[in-house]
């Protein structure tokens, strides 16, 4: 999975994953206080449900969720990765 340029307007499952994303804040936007984008993590929307149409199991997400974080990101992978995982497989579709 890569980061990819984020959808002009979002589907409802594509707002599902959006809030999903911003509950797991895998690099941590939330430390930067109130008012933080919606959008920070709108670039793995798409990719994401690339990956979900092929009904990965939850440790292959969550190693992909990880490897984003860690090479496009270039950060440290961060905790809740399964969780994460587990709430996006778990959205309806």
Same mark, same amino acid.
Do not use: C, F, K
């Given at each position: 999975?890569?980061?990819?340029?984020?959808? =002009?307007?979002?589907?409802?499952?594509?707002? =599902?994953?959006?809030?999903?994303?911003?509950? /797991?804040?895998?690099?941590?936007?939330?430390?930067?206080?109130?008012? /933080?984008?919606?959008?920070?993590?709108?670039?793995?929307?798409?990719?994401?449900?690339?990956?979900?149409?092929?009904?990965?199991?939850?440790?292959?997400?969550?190693?992909?969720?990880?490897?984003?974080?860690?090479?496009?990101?270039?950060?440290?992978?961060p905790d809740g990765c399964h969780d994460a995982a587990r709430s996006l497989l778990a959205l309806p579709r």
């Open positions: 999975m890569q980061t990819s340029s984020p959808p =002009r307007s979002l589907s409802p499952v594509a707002l =599902r994953v959006r809030a999903v994303l911003n509950e /797991w804040d895998p690099i941590g936007v939330h430390l930067i206080g109130r008012g /933080w984008p919606d959008d920070e993590y709108d670039d793995l929307i798409l990719p994401i449900l690339e990956a979900l149409d092929v009904r990965p199991s939850v440790d292959d997400l969550a190693a992909e969720l990880r490897g984003v974080v860690e090479i496009d990101y270039g950060l440290p992978a």
